[in-house]
T-cell receptor
């Protein structure tokens, strides 16, 4: 019973490097999303998807790209990492609107 | 626009004492409300949720929360705190936005004195 799985858990990047944070869920959920967590600011929505092939921007989308080619996977791409993207990233999923939202265990990213 | 405010950034209580963490929200209708807990280096765990019905909601680990529409609040309570409750607590709101997305408060860090 895996739930929402994020990889990697920890990553250090140099400024300008690119990387992808992976997120997969095995619950056949339509809705998936990415949040970033920064001290004192709670979690803020980066991008979200309401189904395969459909994505939209959240509150803080700049510097991030997403795609949703399958129901199970929702990767988050940093094309050119910046120190301001040092954060903890959480992926989440839910079956539909109004249902319980499940979170992954988080990915700690440091950009130096 | 919807928003969630947690007025207390840090709270320290003695083990065995009662606890109340404050959460205020701004939303035009009745929201869905949640409390999550995050231990250091860990992910988010759902403590409880309010969707409708009884305004006093029971959760896991002995926590409860009360929805008060007149005060736009959803405060989290526990009658007797344990050292293992030390963590960061987040209140969140689910409005009628597309995509079932949550708006979070800034969090309250709870420290427990022995």
């Amino acid at each position: 019973n895996a739930g929402v799985t994020q990889t990697p858990k920890f990553q250090v990047l140099k400024t300008g490097q690119s990387m992808t944070l992976q997120c997969a869920q095995d619950m056949n959920h339509e809705y998936m999303s990415w949040y970033r967590q920064d001290p004192g600011m709670g979690l803020r929505l980066i991008h979200y998807s309401v189904g395969a092939g459909i994505t939209d921007q959240g509150e803080v989308p700049n510097g991030y790209n997403v795609s949703r080619s399958t129901t199970e996977d929702f990767p988050l791409r940093l094309l050119s990492a910046a120190p301001s993207q040092t954060s903890v990233y959480f992926c989440a999923s839910s079956r539909t609107a109004g249902n319980t939202i499940y979170f992954g265990e988080g990915s700690w990213l440091t950009v130096v | 626009a919807q928003s969630v405010t947690q007025p207390d950034i840090h709270i320290t209580v003695s083990e065995g004492a009662s606890l109340e963490l404050r959460c205020n929200y701004s939303y035009g209708a009745t929201p869905y409300l949640f409390w999550y807990v995050q231990s250091p280096g860990q992910g988010l765990q759902l403590l409880l949720k309010y969707f409708s019905g009884d305004t006093l909601v029971q959760g896991i680990k002995g926590f409860e929360a009360e929805f008060k529409r007149s005060q736009s609040s959803f405060n989290l309570r526990k009658p007797s705190v344990h050292w293992s409750d030390a963590a960061e607590y987040f209140c969140a709101l689910l409005g009628d936005n597309a995509g079932n997305m949550l708006t979070f408060g800034g969090g309250t860090r709870l420290m427990v004195k022995p």
